[in-house]
């Protein structure tokens, strides 16, 4: 059984910064891409950022230039350092990858509150 497991989040003010991580556990053959999406209160899930295997990245227009993505595949890890963050980036931040080239996981989700 595969599984993905956010950490990270928290209460930031705005300005500040955080850096989530996703770490994925159980039979792992291989991971192809990965991302990080959002939900916030009364909105429909939106892509964050992906990454593919050999590292390109994609990012929604509202977080260039101020979210970085990256991923460890040692570790099978993949993090997304969030600077400068803004009240409108409070959401539920959520994980996903595809594993083993068999359909998408997601992680449960880790709360990002900006706010002063």
């Known amino acids: 059984q595969v599984q993905l497991v956010e950490s990270g989040g928290g209460l930031v003010q705005p300005g500040g910064s955080l850096r989530l991580s996703c770490v994925a556990s159980?039979?792992?053959?291989?991971?192809?891409?990965m991302g990080w999406y959002r939900q916030a209160p009364g909105k429909q899930r939106e892509l964050v950022a992906t990454?593919?295997?050999?590292?390109?990245?994609n990012y929604a227009d509202s977080v260039k230039g101020r979210f970085t993505i990256s991923r460890d595949d040692a570790k099978n890890t993949m993090y997304l350092q969030m600077n400068n963050l803004k009240p409108e980036d409070t959401a539920v931040y959520y994980c996903?990858?595809?594993?083993?080239?068999?359909?998408?996981?997601w992680g449960q989700g880790t709360q990002v509150t900006v706010s002063s």
């Open positions: 996903a990858a595809t594993i083993n080239s068999v359909g998408i996981h």
């Open positions: 990454i593919s295997r050999g590292g390109f990245t």
């Open positions: 159980g039979s792992i053959f291989n991971i192809d891409a």
